[in-house]
């Protein structure tokens, strides 16, 4: 019996875990243990990926080819052949789409499963069948150097959009949600250790990942950190008690990268399938495992049946042909990254109605700040997707504007600054992150590499480095900036370039860039109009150019809330070896002690007002049914998200004052109204009492508007028996 004898069996209706059961029984013990690992040598593939570090060229470097694991060529099993994202493919060059904390604010889970469409068709292409990028680790705090990979704070909104990046994808390839948990603080994640209660876990760092699996994602790939005192590559409580026995997961578990793991039988007996990339601790460890009895052959197939087993499952969907590379990139997928990015804009702040900008009232536009004029898509670490082009915000507002004098200025000299915004009939700065103020950091880990490595191969020569183009500006090599952020606040130097813009010219807009919360206190009351624009993605300059000028109208809303004082968000110490995550941060935290933040959650202004009408909430059984029309009072085409919030009344136990239950993203014609349905199970409004989960009765109140706090949302009681 081989592979394709075992394709054949599952297509003919056979249990795919039957059949991949007694595919194993016929591996050798050698070809059960190279299934638990990467295909790669340890040094070789080190040696290959730090010589790619200096490169930054589309198809070299990190992401040249995809990382292979589990194949045994003797039966035919192809094994796992992994790209990461999760702003595109980044084995390419491929789409940029704006990075996911964008995608977070659209609400959008039709947008989010059409960008996971596009992007498994290009990872197809490029040669993979594993998208490694659907990352939910909830947004704990806003200096996490990784929030632009996921969605935002809330363990629902990120659930869901998670699970649409997961149903696009897997219309095509398997996809990956990670880092399997807790994983929010990126500096000291090979040393933290996050301890969370059962609430903690299953009510705020979970529900999430939960979520995503119930979609049905084929692979799960634990974090780097380790929950209440185990590594996450081998941690029971994780990997078997909660991932398998509570929620019933039959796919696979990968590591997270090099240092995923620390005992190789440990993380065997524990739950974790491979561990990759390369061969290392596993190759050091298990065959002396199982000659000692520390593990028994049983021990070892577990895995390899999860794996063989699972890709069987997906055999209808990896058996499509890949298309061709003209997928990647095309004008279809640029256009979709356009609309995320339009999508994505939120308007935080529209004194005097000053946007939109007739474009026809603009002879002189100056275009200040270092950020206009470079594609800023975000941070370089291992979701960097190099794009064959991509659109600056300067370009874009010059191709929108083909009449106007469109000057730029980097901001660096203030005087000269504000002789050119005072020049211009508008002032656009653009401010905020780069990835080299935050993004996926890799410091050097000596002990951790020691640990991990098996022994160097004496003549294992670090590869030449390539020459380099003297005229090619200066750009660190990968990983080694970025990091989680010392502040919230813009730099010192952002700051002062706003306030010199806003004195010199009343009509100074500033678009803000990064990857979660950026504080504007100290310069947003100086300032009539402010857009957040994110990482934007390869389409991005086109989509601001476009929101500014009112050819598109701004359709974010925050994933996250922006607190007038980062001293109302949870603790954070990037450098921390050992933190509690209780229940509570973002919103519900400043809910909690009472702080009215500067922007909550799930705010965003329009161009044209648009309101929530005639709600209606009911208990029916199970469900409790939402309706509502989303009515577009003005001349512009816009678009709306009811959100509907709920909080217990009579409960015996502490729990956020709201959480979000539902929402809905409608677009809306110019006067159009739109009837609205959500469905709520009621399980949703349950806690966790004594390690189950129990829906309390008595009453609860259901918000049904337009964020959170919305003081014109409809608020109605249920009472639950
Ligand atoms: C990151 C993962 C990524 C992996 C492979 C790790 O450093 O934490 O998110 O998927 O590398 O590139």
Redesign the pocket.
Known sequence: MNYEDARTRVRAGEDARTVAAELVSKLTIDEKLECLDGDEDFWPGLMRLAGAATTRVAGEG??AKP?LGAQVPRLGFPGIA?S?GPRGV?VGPNTCFPVSMARGATFDQDLEERIGDAIGLELRARGANLF??V?VNVLRHPAWG?AQ?TYGEDPHHVGEMGAALCRGVQRHAMA?V??YAL?SIDNA?FKVDVTADDRALHEAYLPHFKRVIDEGVACV?S??NSVNGEWCGENRQLLTEILREEWGFEGYVIS???FGLRDGPKSVRNGLDIE??FRAIRYKSLQTALDTGELTEADIEAPVTRIISTLLRFDDVLAQPAPDTSVCASPAHRELAYEASVKSIVLLKNGGSLLPIDPASIKRLAVLGRLASVPNLGDR???NVVPPSAVTPLDGLRAALPNADVTHDDGANIEIAKQTARAADVAIVFVGCTYEDEG?F?SAQPELLAHTAPPRPADLQMPPRPPRDPNAPASPPP?ATGGDRASLDLSEADQALVLAAAEANPRTIVVLMGGSAIMVEGWHERVPAILMAWYPGMEGGRAIADVILGRANPGGRLPFVVPTDAAHLPFFDREATAITYDLFHGQWLLDRDGHTPRYPFGFGLSYSPATVRNASVQLQSETIVVTATAVNEGNRATSEVVQVYAGARDSNVERPEWRLAAFQRVELAPRESRHVRLEILLDRLAVRIDGRWAVEPGAYHIAVGRHAHDPQATIVRIDVP
Do not use: L, T
Request: glycine share 14%; charged share 25%; aromatic share 20%.
């Open positions: 990190y992401g990382y992994f990461d980044v490694g990028g990352n990784r990979e990956c990670k880092h994983n994640r790939m974090a780097y997270d990268w090099i990759m990339p670490g291992s979701s996926e890799i990983f």
